[in-house]
């Protein structure tokens, strides 16, 4: 089975700041990642995806992610931030292949972020 | 907007008793996945239903079932509240014929349970 473990439970930025969030999976096999945005009182977004190429991502917003295969890790990066960037950031996975155990996603807890104008 | 419709928005129900919650998908997609969000977590997968069948199913406990109708529309349904269930259920859609390298999820806004 597989699990994702986000670093930071809050993180707090000024404007402008660059951002960095943590994303590790654990999955013996290939992979399919996501970062989610959830804005107060909205659903849940997506951000960014990735399937296979390019390891580096962009997504809405000026959001961009990294797919390090050797570090299991997919972190989420923006050079910088604004206060509308307030909100919380899931990074998720799901084993890529077709069959059963193939269509969860695996979420991890979440990261809030917090920007100060 | 998501997409994805779900209702209603707030419940709050007894325990021990039963609820049915309700989602839509987003137009041309034919695959729900019901997941729960308890405060402070990432939404955990509770099951995924495609041609009206439950394809897959997470560590939940038979109490919650599902169902998918002909026009991909779906319900959770969870018997026997607990108190433990207090959470936000998201329904999330997906088109069946994306492969395993294209497959991506819409959510909804979620249902909001709280049992007392």
């Known amino acids: 089975a597989q699990s994702v473990s986000q670093h930071n439970h809050h993180v707090i930025l000024s404007e402008a700041a660059s951002l960095e969030l943590g994303c590790n999976y654990s999955?013996?096999?290939?992979?399919?990642l996501f970062w989610y945005v959830q804005y107060p009182g909205q659903h849940l977004q997506l951000l960014l995806k990735?399937?296979?190429?390019?390891?580096l991502v962009k997504g809405i917003k000026g959001f961009e992610a990294e797919f390090i295969k050797s570090k299991f890790s997919f972190n989420l990066r923006k050079p910088s931030v604004q206060w509308s960037d307030t909100a919380e950031y899931f990074c998720a996975v799901n084993p890529s292949y077709s069959g059963a155990g193939s269509y969860q996603l695996t979420f991890g807890k979440g990261t809030k972020l917090s920007v100060i104008p | 907007d998501a997409g994805v419709t779900q209702s209603p928005t707030h419940l709050i129900k007894t325990r021990g008793q039963q609820v049915t919650l309700r989602c839509s998908p987003k137009s041309g997609h034919d695959t729900v996945s019901w997941y729960q969000q308890a405060l402070g977590q990432g939404p955990q997968f509770i099951f995924q239903?495609?041609?009206?069948?439950?394809?897959q199913r997470g560590n939940f406990p038979d109490r919650f079932s599902g169902h998918q109708f002909p026009n991909y529309s779906s319900e959770l349904n969870v018997n026997a509240l607990l108190l433990g269930d207090s959470a936000l259920y998201l329904c999330?859609?997906?088109?069946?014929?994306?492969?395993?390298?294209?497959?991506?999820?819409?959510f909804g806004s979620g249902t909001r349970l709280t049992v007392v």
């Open positions: 999955y013996g096999g290939t992979v399919n």
């Open positions: 990735y399937f296979s190429g390019d390891p």
């Open positions: 239903y495609y041609e009206e069948e439950e394809r």
């Open positions: 999330a859609s997906s088109f069946r014929l994306l492969g395993p390298n294209e497959r991506y999820y819409t």
